[in-house]
């Protein structure tokens, strides 16, 4: 039982770190746009697309396709015995929980930050995971349901019921930082027969409104999302806009108010994706005007020499030289192809220097024990 609760704590982690709603609430595809092909969408299933598009909005998400990663990428650049490890981890978490990671369709992770509430409190935000794919939701919730007992409680809400679960550290933590409030109660929602979501309730709960078709995430916000549908991992997201809302731009909770910050500045996309020789970097963030794009990247080409000339590790240095950054139009725009062999050689070096790094020594927490003392007997003759 033990071992069975060890896995699913750690499918649990997996798939916060996999999913997730999709994209910024105010983003517009930016100045320079990647067109997605009709032919690049068909590698992602239909059903995988619709379940992206019934998820709500979000300010920032992280879009990561396990299937390339796992049945692509990793055999390029890991040693035989690490591939041969990792596949047989993967069958045993098949065996323990029915879902194999390599045909899980997609995750994303999102954020959406709030607007401040009626005492004009700073609101944390709230976050979400959403993983879909060729497994069964309700079987995987039940697993979690047998393991975990009577620390999940069911909520109806809509047409769905979610599995909620007091943080109970965090409850403790939030008395003296109220910050963590929102996170001592997490959830899981079976959103189909194939997609699950767990994150914070609020957030569970307008997911479950944009299945019904309410506060759906916008095409627009999809296709910056999907720029490249065969991207590894891809990032998006509107820093600008989570600002103007966390700080009342956009008005309170309580108050509405038009908005007042209508620039994309900062708004951003980043992915990364392979070919058959190369693993390659791609990345764009709106600067608003041409001349603000230049300034910004003369700064971080400096910043980059900079940090190149100062790297002792030679693989390092040679990475940061492939990065290459330039302002077009209203965006700067950066990209670098990285070799397989060389994403490879920098792997093989960080598991070596991580075998070698000594292991830290567990000190007994039981004292050494006392020896014991001798009673000296008195002399004949003297007093006792």
């Keep these: 039982m033990k071992k069975t609760l060890l896995q699913l ?50 300010d920032t998400f992280i879009f990561i396709n396990p299937r390339r990663i796992l049945n692509e990428a990793a055999p390029r650049v890991l040693q035989a015995k690490e591939l041969a490890d990792m596949r047989n981890a993967f069958e045993q978490a098949k065996q323990a929980t029915g879902v194999d ?40 919730l039940a697993l979690a349901k047998g ?15 979610l599995s909620l679960m007091t943080v109970d550290p965090l409850v403790k933590e939030a008395e003296k930082n109220p910050m963590l409030k929102s996170f001592t109660e997490i959830g899981v929602v079976p959103l189909n027969s194939s997609t699950i979501a767990v994150g914070t309730t609020p957030y569970l709960k307008a997911a479950v409104d944009a299945a019904a078709g309410n506060g759906r995430i916008s095409p627009e916000s999809l296709a910056s999302l999907l720029r490249d549908p065969n991207a590894l991992i891809s990032f998006a997201g509107s820093p600008l806009g989570s600002f103007s809302k966390t700080f009342g731009l956009l008005g309170t909770e ?78 700067v725009v950066f990209n670098a192809d990285f070799p397989h062999e060389m994403v490879a050689e920098f792997l093989k070096k960080q598991m070596e220097a991580k075998k070698a790094a000594p292991q830290p020594t567990v000190e007994s927490s039981t004292p050494p024990a006392k020896k014991p003392t001798r009673q000296r007997r008195p002399r004949r003759g003297s007093k006792p």
């Design 147 to 161: 393991a975990l007992g009577d620390k999940l409680r069911d909520q109806t809400y809509g047409a769905k019921t």
């Design 101 to 140: 990671p390599t045909k899980i369709d997609y995750i994303v992770l999102a954020v959406r930050f709030r607007k401040p509430s009626a005492e004009l409190a700073f609101l944390p935000p709230e976050l979400m995971a959403v993983a879909g794919g060729d497994f069964s939701a309700d079987s995987l």
């Design 9 to 58: 704590i750690a499918l649990a982690l997996l798939v916060w770190t996999w999913n997730a709603p999709v994209t910024a609430q105010n983003s517009q595809p930016y100045a320079v746009t990647v067109p997605v092909a009709e032919s690049n969408v068909a590698s992602i299933s239909q059903a995988g697309m619709s379940s992206l598009s019934n998820l709500p909005e979000a």
């Design 254 to 331: 309580a108050n509405a108010r038009a908005p007042r910050c209508d620039s994309k500045f900062g708004d951003f996309y980043a992915a990364v994706t392979m070919d058959a020789t190369n693993f390659m970097l791609r990345g764009f963030m709106n600067a608003d005007n041409p001349d603000t794009a230049k300034i910004i990247n003369n700064l971080i080409s400096g910043l980059l020499r900079q940090a190149s000339s100062s790297m002792q590790d030679a693989t390092t240095q040679s990475a940061l030289r492939k990065l290459t950054i330039t302002a077009q139009e209203n965006e």
